[in-house]
């Protein structure tokens, strides 16, 4: 081997070394990157699910004050009744 190759040789070994360096960090902060990301689309998840709770009760809520809406009006109209009834029999 001549010196022409021999530095040849060189240059693309230590060019090969660098992108190899290179390569190694560029995946350990992709891996680092997708961590974080895991960690909040987790995060965004659990304020989903809170949201979804947090609706149900709502629902709920909004159920159960429409029957008793619905029974004081039951009850209004019956006591309406029995005033007319009373007015009437007198």
Known sequence: ??????I????LASALALFLVLAIVVTIQIIRLMKVLNNVAEKAQ???????KTADLVK???GQLSLIKF????????????KQGTKKGE
């Open 1 to 6: 081997m001549n010196t022409a190759e021999q």
């Open 8 to 11: 040849l040789v060189i240059i």
């Open 46 to 52: 659990e304020f989903v699910d809170s949201a979804e």
């Open 60 to 62: 709920s809520a909004v």
């Open 71 to 82: 029974v004081q009006n039951v009850v209004d109209m019956v006591q309406k009744r029995a």
